[in-house]
């Protein structure tokens, strides 16, 4: 079955542009999450959609970040003004609600966009 | 902090050999633990889980992964190695906030 879809595989820009990366979670998947992986480093939460409930932007490291979701399935980060520290690979999941019938229900992983900031 | 800690940072292994990957997890309630691993080239993909009972799991591939409480751990192991186990694997634990913390990855190659 399809699993969790992200756009650009690759992204590379110059500094101070602007970037949207894309997530499109598995079918049925109402929780979606972002990280972000940086060289040597382990994934670091970003921010938690879950259906229509305000999203957990606890993990987003500057107001240069931030994060849609419409209509309860694709997901947009955008990042402005981006800078050289934003160079990683940012991986998006999605799982089943949390809390639910559904508890317990481990995230599935996109294949990541590797973003390059010159 | 909440903190994942995964002391083996790049481990190499003949084929055959035993493995064991270890993880340390800083947080006194309860968790629910994971271990995924990314094959080159791969997304990440679940390689086993602990939420309750057993505290020996077994995942995919031959692994599997004790919890023992008393010791914040949850180390992965596997009797004999293959070539195709080459890959980064990341200890992972939730407190019931859904907000996976991930250790910094261990990257493990096993020679042919």
């Given amino acids: 079955g399809a699993g969790v879809s992200q756009s650009p595989s690759n992204k590379v820009t110059e500094k101070g542009k602007d970037v949207e990366l894309r997530c499109d979670p598995i079918s049925g998947h109402t929780a979606l999450y972002w990280y972000r992986q940086s060289l040597g480093q382990g994934l670091e939460f970003l921010i938690y959609?879950?259906?229509?409930?305000?999203?957990?932007?606890?993990?987003?490291p500057s107001d240069r970040f931030s994060a849609e979701r419409t209509g309860g399935s694709v997901s947009t980060l955008t990042i402005q003004r981006t800078q050289q520290e934003d160079s990683a690979v940012y991986l998006c999941a999605s799982s089943h609600p949390q809390g639910t019938a559904y508890s317990n229900q481990p995230q599935h992983f996109g294949d990541g966009t590797r973003l390059s900031i010159l | 902090a909440q903190s994942v800690s995964q002391h083996n940072h790049h481990v190499i292994l003949s084929e055959a050999a035993s493995l064991e990957l270890g993880c340390n997890y800083s947080y006194g309630g309860t968790v629910n633990l994971f271990w995924y691993v990314q094959y080159p080239g791969q997304h990440l993909q679940l390689l086993l889980k602990y939420f309750s009972g057993d505290p020996l799991v077994k995942g995919i591939k031959g692994f599997e992964a004790e919890f023992?409480?008393?010791?914040?751990?949850?180390?992965?192991?596997?009797?004999?190695?293959?070539?195709?186990?080459?890959?980064?694997?990341?200890?992972?634990?939730?407190?019931?906030t859904y907000k996976y913390i991930f250790g910094t990855g261990t990257r493990l190659k096993v020679l042919a």
């Fill in chain 2, 68 to 96: 023992i409480k008393s010791k914040f751990s949850f180390n992965l192991r596997k009797p004999s190695v293959q070539w195709s186990d080459t890959a980064e694997y990341f200890c992972a634990v939730d407190s019931g």
């Fill in chain 1, 49 to 60: 959609f879950q259906g229509n409930s305000a999203p957990d932007k606890s993990g987003l």
